[in-house]
């Protein structure tokens, strides 16, 4: 029998197609294996009262997630603050972080690299060494914040940021914007450096200002940059964790615990079940927050 070209081409094809998934089948595995199993194996551990005070795992039910959504108990507190810190920070992130990129790529002429440089500093710095400096600034009797403030005759402004528990998150998460700001920016201006000068000078000539030019040419063309970050920030204020336990460690009283410090004490408490349960409702809220961000910001197609 002779040589088949289309033989040859179909079996050439079929290798070719069955060649990607032989590579990817090992990496399948693994993910399944140190990442699915344990996840489902966590799900169940949800609905048992295991704890390191007993070395027997009985299934009790809903039990866990009960107590967590009863509201006499202080595990609604961590939802509301946890929310209550992704919104807030998600806005002053944006919002600065936007005001600096349009400043840095058409306001400032001179030293833009100094100033990117300047502002990107803080994000370099490791998120335990940022805690432990703000709680030392941030001290009310003996911080540099309400030193400087006491000096220059602002007594009245001078707190206890960090032990008031009414204003504690609200310092936690200017520490937080102020360290994570940066990293915004840069995601912003590169976003702003992809739009056409053309479009601008167009907009010059038909007479469009500032504001216009912004809200009908800028805002529009980065809103894929926009959507990036929004997702970004909404993921990592869920999982939030290492500022708040450098800060405060969750106080005072519960004012600062959120989702992650709670599911931490949970587990270093040997309350094992109950960890978990909070763990599984955390990674529920993270898959539904995210599909529907991004759901929410993808481009809409253009009606003809």
């Known amino acids: 029998m002779g040589w088949d070209p289309v ?12 060649y990607p998934i032989s590579f990817a089948a090992p990496a399948l595995v693994l993910y399944g294996v140190f990442f699915i199993l344990p996840s489902l194996g966590g ?3 949800a609905f048992t009262d295991w704890s390191s005070y007993s070395d027997e795992v009985n299934f009790v039910g809903l039990k866990n997630f009960v107590k967590i959504f009863t509201p006499g108990e202080h ?9 209550l810190f992704t919104i807030i920070t998600i806005i002053i992130k944006t919002v600065v972080g936007l005001a600096l990129a349009l400043l840095l790529n058409e306001g400032v002429k001179k030293f833009v690299n100094l100033y990117r440089v300047m502002i990107y500093v803080p994000v370099v710095l490791p998120m335990l ?13 003996t911080g540099l914040f309400n030193t400087f403030l006491r000096a220059i005759g602002l007594d009245v402004i001078a707190m206890s940021w960090l032990v008031d528990p009414h204003i504690a998150l609200y310092s936690i998460m200017f520490v937080d914007s102020w360290k994570g700001v940066g990293y915004i920016m840069v995601i912003l201006l590169a976003g702003l450096q992809t739009i056409p000068k053309d479009y601008y000078e167009a907009a010059k000539v038909d007479g469009a200002n500032g504001w216009w030019r912004f809200w009908f040419i800028t805002l529009p063309l980065l809103m ?5 970050v929004t997702v970004l920030n909404m993921l990592y204020g869920l999982r939030i964790f290492d500022i708040i336990y450098a800060t405060t460690n969750g106080g005072p009283g519960y004012a600062t615990e959120v989702l992650q410090t709670g599911i931490f004490k949970a587990f270093s408490q040997g309350q094992y079940g109950l960890g978990t349960a909070l763990s599984s409702i955390l990674f529920v809220i993270l898959l539904i927050a995210g599909y529907g961000v991004i ?6 197609p253009v009606q003809q």
């Open 224 to 228: 894929p940059a926009l959507s990036i």
């Open 43 to 45: 799900i169940i551990y």
């Open 75 to 83: 595990y609604l507190g961590y939802f509301s603050n946890t929310f």
């Open 295 to 300: 759901r929410l910001l993808e481009p809409k």
């Open 129 to 141: 060494v940022v805690g432990l400096m703000f709680r030392s600034i941030l001290n009310p009797a």
């Open 7 to 18: 033989l040859k081409f179909g079996s050439t094809m079929k290798f070719r197609s069955r």
